[in-house]
């Protein structure tokens, strides 16, 4: 393997562990903090276990914002 391979690989590698701990960063923050009001922390869970990376960025783009303005945490 030559050096631009292995940079490659590497980089690659880093944006997948990244992906991952984001992933499951998320899952944890919605399993600890969001509300059992009409079913919302488990919707939301398994949108963020099925879509994975993709639903972890919608569960932060479109959910945590409004429970933090709305919950305070």
């Not at 990244?18 to 992933?23: D, K, M, Q, Y």
């Not at 919605?30 to 009001?37: H, L, R, Y």
């Not at 949108?47 to 305070?72: D, S």
Request: proline fraction near 1%.
């Amino acid at each position: 393997m030559n050096l631009f391979g292995f940079f490659m690989m590497s980089i690659f590698l880093a944006l997948g562990l990244g992906g991952f701990v984001l992933w499951i960063w998320t899952l944890i923050d919605c399993i600890n903090n969001e509300t059992d009001d009409s079913n919302e922390r488990v919707i939301w869970v398994v949108v963020i276990a099925a879509a994975q990376l993709i639903g972890a960025l919608i569960y932060l783009v479109a959910r945590r914002p409004k429970r933090i303005a709305t919950l305070g945490h």
